[in-house]
């Protein structure tokens, strides 16, 4: 599969998307925001910078200052893919950010989300 398109997509575009989609469901901006420091390490002034930046998620994984260690915690299916079992590296980060993100919205609670 080429993935090339993904790659490319700005994260300050997709960003906005889970934030509604976190919305929506009652959840909140400040929730996204932690799970995104949670999985790719990034401070808040970090993350402000990637999405001023405009910053494409292939450089967004690829200057992440730390992959959460429990990353390898994360399994289930999204967009109808095994996300434990997704070979492209960058590919899988994105899909583990989907997957937390939609657990979000699902009303989940934030300690089994961050795999505490």
Known sequence: MDNTRVYRMSFAGVYPL????????GRTKAEVDEIITWLTGYD?????QV???????ET?????????PNVSKIT?????????????????KV???????DELAKG???????RR
Do not use: H, S
Request: charged share 30%.
């Open 18 to 25: 889970y934030i509604n989609k976190a919305e929506r469901k």
């Open 44 to 48: 808040a002034q970090g993350l402000k």
């Open 51 to 57: 999405i001023a930046n405009k910053t494409d998620f």
């Open 60 to 68: 967004f994984f690829a200057e992440a200052p730390a992959l959460n």
């Open 76 to 92: 289930g299916v999204i967009c109808g893919y095994r996300v434990e079992e997704i070979e492209d590296p960058v590919m899988q």
């Open 95 to 101: 899909r583990y950010l989907d997957k937390l993100i």
């Open 108 to 114: 989940r609670a934030m300690e089994k989300i961050l």
